[in-house]
């Protein structure tokens, strides 16, 4: 009998619920087209919706559900319209989960025009911590306060990830950093990754501040690997990193810690778009297949990617962020299809 996986579904807000359905679909198809494995989704709120149904934008049983699954796939949480003082959902469930890391992937696809040249990089991102920490104060009337919260322990395992992918890939990390300004806190941001550096000598090691490496990656993409970054440099970057690769409608991502792992597109939630079918499901289908990869469904996995691809190949279906004119359904059917035409 194939295996079921037990996936926890947070739909979350906005286009959330619209592409979480185009994965699910997706990964329901598998099992008949390439011979996958089956799915049992449950589906958990949590966000602005889940804020103004229950009152809680991170219910604990939603957190429950997603510790019991095997994975998490997470829509888009709506965070900008949650009211000051209510703790932030997304961070709340990477802190809860135990990940430290939210994994990036960016790389020029067939068939989407890349606005500078070839890209194929990994943002590695601290996700618990930095100035999203959630430690926030009114310091009088006129001037409010964010802690900038650095730990060796949260910098230490995201380099480790950082490290282990690019042993994996073409062997190089750019660390990056304001060091000058941030004298306390990058400095131990540095020191931590400079020791874990040590143990790979097989992995070329860069430092980069934050202005210089964004203005580097728009200039020459080609040029970068691995890059490791704290919580709001790696929110950043990673965003020009998809922006390099064709936009946030194909960029996925994954955050995998030593019990818990979920994914989730690197989008948001798109108010504006929201409830009108045409958001580009793409990012999450992919989210899709890092978690197949992440199950070890390797094969899966690569026909997940490949079905993309095709699609994005053949020129259409495809969204309005990427030229066309097709609803979100219209693209789900095309990679369905392409799953059972391999190339
Ligand atoms: C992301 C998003 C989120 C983040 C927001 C919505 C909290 O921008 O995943 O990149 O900063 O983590
Ligand atoms: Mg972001």
Partial sequence: ?????????????????????????????????????????????????????????????????????????????????????????????RTQLEVHASVRPSRTMPGVPAP??????????????????????????DAACAVRLVTRQASTRTARIAFQHAIERRGKVTAVHKVGALKLTDSLFLEAVEHVARGFPQVEYETRNVDACALEMIRAPEDFDVILATNTFGDILSDVAAG????????????????????????GS?????????????????????????????????????????????????????GGSADSQEVTDAIIQALSTPV
């Fill in 244 to 267: 390099l690769a064709g936009g946030l409608g194909l960029a996925a991502s994954g955050c995998v810690g030593e019990r818990w792992a979920y994914f989730e597109p690197v989008h």
């Fill in 116 to 141: 500078s040249g070839d890209i194929d990089t990994l943002v590695v991102r601290e996700v618990t911590e930095g100035v999203y920490s959630g430690i926030e104060y009114q310091a009088g009337p």
């Fill in 270 to 322: 798109a108010p504006d778009i929201a409830g009108k079918g045409i958001a580009n499901p793409m990012a999450t289908v992919l989210s899709a297949a890092m978690m197949l990869r992440h199950l070890g469904e390797r094969a899966s996995a690569d026909a997940v990617e490949a079905a993309v691809t095709a699609v994005l190949v053949a020129g259409s279906p495809r969204t309005g962020d990427l």
């Fill in 1 to 93: 009998m194939a295996t079921t996986y037990s996936i926890c579904v947070i739909p979350g807000d906005g286009i959330g619920p619209e592409v979480t359905g185009c994965a699910q679909r997706v990964l329901d198809a598998l099992q008949d087209s390439v011979g996958g494995p089956a799915f049992a989704f449950e589906q958990h709120p949590a966000g602005l919706t889940a804020y103004n149904d229950i009152g809680q934008a991170l219910p604990a049983a939603t957190l429950d559900a997603a510790k019991s699954a095997d994975a998490v796939l997470v829509g888009a949480m709506d965070v900008a319209a949650l009211p000051p003082g209510v703790p932030e959902p997304l961070t709340g469930l």
